[in-house]
């Protein structure tokens, strides 16, 4: 049997290669960055599996020129970059890698809570720029204090309910805001109470984002919402950029709508040098890292190898992103190997 053709856009960490040779014929673009849209097209003529990122845009017209192809696997748990419904008519298994990220990106969001209430970036400019001539002044680069404080979290999936386990250490009341609910056993372990939106943006210290950008979540957060914000208050987003209006947020932390921000995904990636955030202080800025560990990174590369391999094998994958699939094409269709 002939083996199938996959092509990964991308060089990973180990030890995804040994998966998926295990299997298959396997191809990696060798760029540092993407490949182009020309180069993917003419890549994915001949082939049974991809695994893609979040850069590589996966639409109809791609699966269109790819006749024989069977899995898209992305390394990232968003997959607003891969048209799903496209892919589920073409019998076109796709699959994603969440639950490996979660506490990296936990880890970040916080990491990016402290980074802005304590001011660590400014302090850091300050300091290698010269500036610092007073050895302590007691007015000097105050922060606010996270402790005690309230957290409201937008979306407590898998990430958004991480953060609240961490925001326990700090003794912080929890807020959040869901169009799932969970149980209230639920509730009750993270300890968080729901809030409707509007009420958790007015409530909240700190306002951490964490849903997946879908029609309904696109510039969910805009100059209305960030309006209801405190002063004092804080924003972090780690999903998507898109689910902020980064023109409002910038206007809001230029007005002082808000006291800062800590942002690590951009409407535009990478970041236009024109992006008016680019020019003020009170925002910490990350170039989307926050799954960047050598730990999340290598499971996240292992278990998108897995995904594919699994249907070559005409095995259920691990993580299957649209289950109807199974209708237009049962995974022993799927088989390669
Ligand atoms: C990263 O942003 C991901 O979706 O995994």
């Not at 180990?14 to 849209?37: F, H, N, T």
């Not at 809570?113 to 001539?133: P, S």
């Not at 306002?207 to 804080?234: C, D, F, N």
């Not at 009170?282 to 999340?296: C, F, K, R, Y």
Request: with cysteine.
């Amino acid at each position: 049997m002939v083996r199938p053709k996959v092509f990964v856009t991308r060089r990973l960490l180990p030890p995804y290669l040994e998966v998926l040779r295990e299997a298959c014929d396997v191809e990696v673009y060798p760029g540092e960055g993407p490949p182009s849209r020309m180069e993917l097209m003419e890549k994915v003529k001949g082939l049974d599996g991809l695994l893609c990122l979040l850069t590589d845009k996966i639409d109809g017209e791609l699966m269109d020129a790819a006749p024989k192809l069977v899995v898209v696997s992305t390394m990232s748990v968003g997959y607003e970059h891969v048209d799903v419904p496209e892919a589920t008519k073409r019998g076109i298994y796709v699959t994603y890698t969440p639950g490996v990220l979660t506490e990296a990106t936990a880890d970040f969001a916080w990491t990016l809570l402290m980074t802005a209430a304590r001011r660590i970036t400014e302090a850091d400019r300050f300091i290698r720029a010269r500036q610092w001539k007073i050895g302590w002044i007691p007015t000097f680069m105050l922060g606010s204090g996270v402790y005690g404080k309230t957290l409201g979290i937008i979306g407590i999936g898998r990430i958004g309910a991480a953060l609240a386990l961490r925001a326990k250490g700090f003794g912080m009341r929890c807020l959040y805001y869901d169009i799932f609910k969970p149980p209230s056993e639920r509730e009750k372990e993270l300890g968080v109470e729901y809030r409707p939106l509007d009420q958790l943006l007015k409530e909240a210290d700190f306002v951490s984002i964490h849903v997946a950008l879908t029609k309904e979540t696109y510039h969910m957060i805009g100059e209305k919402e960030l309006r209801l914000m405190k002063p004092t208050a804080y924003l972090i987003n780690t999903a998507r950029g898109a689910v902020v209006d980064e023109k409002a947020l910038a206007k809001a932390l230029k007005e002082k709508w808000i006291t800062a921000a800590g942002i690590d995904v951009f409407e535009k990636e990478p970041i236009d040098p024109e992006n008016p955030l680019l020019e003020l202080d009170n925002v910490v800025l990350a170039p989307h890292i926050a799954s960047a560990t050598m730990e999340a990174r290598s499971k996240m590369a292992e278990v998108a190898a897995k995904n594919v391999v699994a249907v070559l094998k005409g095995e259920m994958p691990p993580f299957l992103v649209n289950p109807d699939v199974l209708k237009v094409r049962p995974l022993d269709k799927a088989r390669r190997v």
